[in-house]
């Protein structure tokens, strides 16, 4: 089976919450599904999972946050080619724009991108976050 992980950076609770409710999803699905902090792992292990969902709220000026996650997605987009990935994040006042750049960044490393990307304003509608898992688990 197709090992799968959620890889997430979140400051104030909200990308996390999107994190735990897509890893049911993935698991509601049958999935094999690990759950990790991006505190908790590094880009070489990431790469060895077949497919991989990632979570970074929007930061800065509609970008990924810059001290940890940025610099780990960095480190991962090479290892991207011809994975399946997933995007998920929250976010507060602005449009997505930040999902549709990483969007776009992770395309043109190679990955098959699920979806646009599951946006979420502030605290996560969970039910949404498990739908979302439960058709990455099947993607
Ligand atoms: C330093 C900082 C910068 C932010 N920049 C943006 C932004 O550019 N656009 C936006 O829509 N929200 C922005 N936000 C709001 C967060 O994306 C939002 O509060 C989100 O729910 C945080 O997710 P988290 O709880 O997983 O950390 C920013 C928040 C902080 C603290």
Request: glycine residues 12%; aromatic residues 10%.
């Amino acid at each position: 089976m197709s090992k799968t992980a959620v890889i997430y950076w979140s400051g104030t609770g909200n990308t996390e919450a999107m994190a735990k409710a897509i890893e049911n999803g993935l698991k509601d699905a049958g999935a094999e599904v690990t759950l990790l902090s991006v505190e908790k792992t590094d880009a070489d292990a990431a790469g060895a999972f077949d497919k991989l969902a990632l979570g970074c709220p929007s930061m800065g000026d509609e970008s990924l946050e810059e001290e940890i996650f940025g610099p780990f997605f960095t480190a991962v987009e090479g290892k991207l080619k011809d994975k399946k990935v997933a995007l998920f994040g929250s976010y507060g006042w602005g449009d997505g724009q930040w999902m549709r750049d990483w969007r776009e960044r992770a395309a043109k490393a190679g990955a098959v991108v699920f979806e646009e990307g599951l946006i979420q304003q502030e605290a996560p509608d969970e039910s949404v976050c498990t739908e979302f898992g439960k058709r990455f688990a099947g993607f």
